[in-house]
C-alpha cells in the first residue's frame, strides 16, 4: 500500500522511467529558464516554485519506495546536492537579472557600488565569517555523523556481488557514459576534455564584460553552454543514476518496486547492422573498414562538415569565427559538439536502440 494515489505514481512512473524524456524536460525547463530569467528569479515566483519542489518531495516520502531509496544515507546528500545547486543556480541569476536591468538603465552593476561604498577586511570580517562558517559546518558533520549511519557493506564477496553496483555519486555521471562508449572514451577522454576545456577557457573566451559582477545579457552564449553542460551533462547524469537506475542497471520510475527480475526487451544495434542488415538487405562483410565506414564517415561529417555549416548558415557561430579565428573557434567547436554528442548518443539508445555509431572491437573503439 501506498500513500499516494495510484494514477499519480503510474504516470510520473511512466514519464520519469523513460529517460529520454526526463532529458528533454530538462533541456526544455533549462531553455525556459535562460529566457525568462528575468521573471522566474523574482523571489515570489522562485519561492512558490520551491515551496511546490519541497511539497512533491515530502509527499513523495509517502511512498514506501522512494522512501527507501532517497532515505538511504549514501543518498541523501544527493538530494541535499540537487537542492542546494538549484538555490545557488536561482542566487546567481537573480544578481544577473538585478545588474541587467541596471546595466540597461545606465547604472553600474551592483557590485561596482558595493566595492566603492563599503570595503570589507580581512581582519576582523572575513576571519570571523570562516570561524563561524567553520563552527556551524563542524556541528553539522557531527549531527549528520551521529544521525545517519556511514553506507558501509559487507567485504567484497566474488560469489554475491550488489545489483545494482552502483559508482560513488561523484563517478555516477562517468558511470552512466560507460553504457554507451568504450571505457577509454567515457573514462579517460571525455573527463580529459572537460579539464582541457576549462583550462582554454581563458585562452579561448576573452570577453572582459562581466569580470567581477553578475551578468546574462552580455554573457548569454558562454552562460548557456556552461549551464547546459553542467547541469544537463553532468548534475542530471548523477541523479539519474542514483535514483532511477535500479537492479541490472535498468531505468525504474521514482515510485516503482526495484524488481531484480525486471526485463527490458532491448534489442541494441549497430548503425553498421542497420545499414547493411536491413537497408541494403546482406550480410555484414568481414573488414572492419568496410564494415564500419558508414559510421566512420557520420562521425567525420559531425566533427568536420557541422563547423562549417554553423559558420555558414548561423549568424552567431558565424561572429564567433571571426572574433576567435580558425585555431580557437576549432579547439570551442570541438568541444561543443563532444558534449552535444553524449547527449545525442543517449537518446538514440534510448530512443532507437542504437548501440554503437561506429562499432570496432578489434581495435576497442566503440562510440
Wanted: net charge positive.
Amino acid at each position: 500500500m501506498t500513500g499516494l494515489p495510484s494514477f499519480y505514481t503510474h504516470a510520473v512512473n511512466g514519464i520519469v522511467s523513460r529517460a529520454w524524456i526526463v532529458v528533454i524536460l530538462a533541456a526544455v525547463a533549462l531553455a525556459v529558464g535562460l529566457r525568462y530569467y528575468r521573471v522566474l528569479t523574482r523571489p515570489k515566483i522562485a519561492g512558490g516554485l520551491g515551496l511546490a519542489g519541497a511539497f512533491l518531495l515530502a509527499i513523495s516520502f509517502l511512498d514506501p519506495q522512494f522512501r527507501a531509496v532517497a532515505s538511504r544515507p549514501d543518498n541523501v546528500p544527493i538530494i541535499m546536492m540537487v537542492a542546494s545547486v538549484l538555490f545557488f543556480v536561482w542566487l546567481a541569476f537573480r544578481q544577473m537579472a538585478l545588474n541587467d536591468a541596471r546595466l540597461e538603465q545606465g547604472l553600474p552593476p551592483v557590485e561596482a557600488e558595493a566595492s566603492e561604498t563599503r570595503k570589507t577586511f580581512v581582519w576582523p570580517d572575513l576571519v570571523y565569517i570562516e570561524l563561524i562558517a567553520l563552527i556551524v559546518f563542524s556541528v553539522f558533520l557531527l549531527v549528520w555523523s551521529i544521525a545517519l549511519k556511514a553506507p558501509l557493506e559487507q567485504p567484497a564477496n566474488p560469489a554475491k556481488t550488489p545489483n545494482p553496483s552502483k559508482a560513488p555519486w561523484y563517478f555516477l555521471g562517468l558511470q552512466e557514459m560507460l553504457v554507451y562508449f568504450d571505457p577509454w572514451i567515457a573514462g579517460v577522454l571525455m573527463p580529459a576534455m572537460i579539464i582541457t576545456g576549462l583550462m582554454m577557457l581563458p585562452y579561448i573566451d576573452k570577453n572582459p564584460r562581466g569580470n567581477g559582477y553578475y551578468t546574462f545579457k552580455e554573457r548569454k552564449f558562454a552562460i548557456s553552454v556552461f549551464m547546459s553542460g553542467f547541469l544537463v551533462g553532468w548534475v542530471l547524469l548523477i541523479f539519474l543514476g542514483t535514483f532511477l537506475r535500479g537492479p541490472n542497471w535498468n531505468f525504474f520510475g521514482p515510485y516503482e518496486r526495484w524488481d531484480i527480475h525486471k526485463l527490458e526487451p532491448l534489442t541494441n544495434i549497430n548503425l553498421s547492422e542497420i545499414v547493411y542488415l536491413r537497408v541494403f538487405g546482406s550480410g555484414m562483410p568481414r573488414n572492419w573498414f568496410v564494415r564500419e565506414i558508414w559510421g566512420i564517415l557520420l562521425v567525420l561529417g559531425y566533427f568536420v562538415v557541422t563547423p562549417a555549416i554553423l559558420v555558414r548558415f548561423v549568424p552567431m557561430f558565424r561572429a564567433i569565427y571571426q572574433k576567435l579565428g580558425f585555431a580557437r573557434y576549432s579547439v570551442f567547436v570541438v568541444h561543443l559538439l563532444v558534449m552535444a554528442g553524449l547527449v545525442f548518443k543517449m537518446l538514440g539508445r534510448w530512443t532507437f536502440n542504437l548501440k554503437y555509431v561506429v562499432a570496432i572491437p578489434e581495435y576497442f573503439f566503440n562510440i
